[in-house]
């Protein structure tokens, strides 16, 4: 199991100037119309915006692939609660069979059902979590639990979901890739919807662009996912990242940006073969076997996948979030205050 040669192929030609990208322009143009006439439908009022009864932050993107979303919404919930708040996340649920009604999400929970991401949410974020591709529906089955604080994990493009607050993540090494619309590139929204959005984080250091970036790009925080261990998936050992320096190891990355999960592991000195799968591809512990007594490494949305009956040699890499706090601090007052407002009734 990898990702094919198309995948592979789209790649170079969003991220690196790839041959042959402009027959694809043809199909950027139709998608970029079906975006304006979304867009002019809501704002018009035909396809109604949902507001829930409580303050809605999302965290997106507008590119495909990873950009560091999911340890954005654990740090975002982790500062809310700190805050007094009672936050609770709703996800789509890529990668999950569920039906089309809202599921609540157990850290015991199936992500062949429900998704990887979601189930990693659970455990990591202490805190309700709901899945369905209809996010107002979601936000409401997360009242109902509790929650005065609903953070969406993606869901940029669902304008369904009326919001208080957006933060649209960037990957700094990929950026925008060449600023062109799905499939053509990256963008699932032209580069001006960065202007819409209150904040805009960059995962890293954002790359040098061809033209001059815009004044949200300009005004980017940046932050840093960040490692110190390594954990075995049966749970018997947590093991110091660094001691792993000088060994080669399988790794294995079903996420949107494998390449990043394979650099942070060169960083520590380790020796990488790669296994790079589709993001939120399914996961079996036959697919891990390869031939040899290598250790093997995953990102922690792949070992959501498997159960914890697994060999000693199998380890999963959680990431932190990481950002200076003199850079945190002015987000974070705004976001409560916007939060604030609207549960008092002014936003």
Known sequence: MSAGPTYNWLHRVWYDGGRFGWILLPLSALYWFVIIIRK?????????????????????????????????????????????????????????????????????????????????????????????????????????????????????????????????????????????????????????RLDDVEQVLVNGRLRAADCEPTVAEQNAISFELLTVEACRLNGSLTRAIERFGGTTVHAVAGIGNPQRFFDLLRAQGIQVIEHRLPDHAKLRAGDLEFGDDFDVFMTEKDAVKLGRSMEDKFWYVPVDFSIDPLDAAPLLEQIESRVRARQAGDG
Not at 120 to 135: E, G, K, N, S
Not at 138 to 157: F, I, K, N, R, W
Not at 171 to 180: A, F, H, I, S, T
């Open 40 to 192: 002019y439908l809501y704002d018009r009022g035909v396809l109604r915006v949902r507001r829930a009864t409580v303050p809605v932050v999302i965290v997106g993107n507008i590119t495909a692939g990873g950009t560091g979303k999911t340890p954005t919404v654990l740090w975002l919930v982790e500062e809310l609660k700190r805050r007094g708040f009672s936050p609770g996340i709703v996800s789509r649920g890529y990668g999950g069979s569920q039906s089309g009604t809202s599921m609540r999400v157990e850290p015991d929970s199936d992500a062949v059902v429900v998704g990887d991401e979601p189930v990693l949410l659970a455990r990591r974020a202490r805190c309700p979590v709901v899945v369905d591709p209809d996010r107002v529906r979601a936000a409401e089955m997360l009242v109902e639990d509790g929650v005065d604080v609903v953070v969406a994990d993606d869901g940029l493009q669902h304008y369904r979901l009326a919001r208080d607050y957006e933060i649209c993540v960037v990957d700094g090494v990929r950026g925008l890739g060449n600023r062109r619309l799905l499939p053509a590139g990256p963008l699932r929204e032209t580069v001006r």
